[in-house]
Nanobody, 129 residues
Framework: QVQLVASGGGWVQAGGSLRLSCAAS????????VGWFRQAPGKEREFVAA??????????YYADSVKGRFTISRDNAKNTVYLPMNSLKPEDTAVYYC????????????????????WGQGTEVTVSS
């Protein structure tokens, strides 16, 4: 099992930046695929970005709405996944959640929330116009 703690949210003006972190407990975090999701008020949860358990070319995937602005990366030595977010827009306002799932293959990307068994508590991001 793994426990996740998301952090780094806050308030920022449009065009600004934040970096979210997802810290995991457990020694086998490197075996987990990880994803970020977000839920805005009154809306359903949506996929944001995902990273496979192995880093390298083709091991990340992004929602079209954040492509080119957000970058997902992981540091397995620190059991942490990062989500730097640049050029933030008011429509990025949401509670952001990280999720993890054991991945049998090194480059598996998981974009469906229902396929993740482990979730962090969420960190709130507010972008003002």
């Amino acid at each position: 099992q793994v426990q996740l703690v998301a952090s780094g949210g806050g308030w920022v003006q449009a065009g600004g930046s934040l970096r979210l972190s997802c810290a995991a407990s457990g020694r086998t975090f490197s075996n987990y695929a990880v994803g970020w999701f977000r839920q805005a008020p009154g809306k359903e949860r949506e996929f944001v970005a995902a990273v496979s358990r192995s880093t390298g070319s083709g091991s990340t995937y992004y929602a079209d709405s954040v492509k080119g602005r957000f970058t997902i990366s992981r540091d397995n030595a620190k059991n942490t996944v990062y989500l730097p977010m640049n050029s933030l827009k008011p429509e990025d306002t949401a509670v952001y959640y990280c999720a993890a799932e054991p991945a049998r293959t090194p480059y598996r990307i998981i974009t469906v929330g229902g396929e993740y068994d482990y979730w962090g508590q969420g960190t709130e991001v507010t972008v003002s116009s």
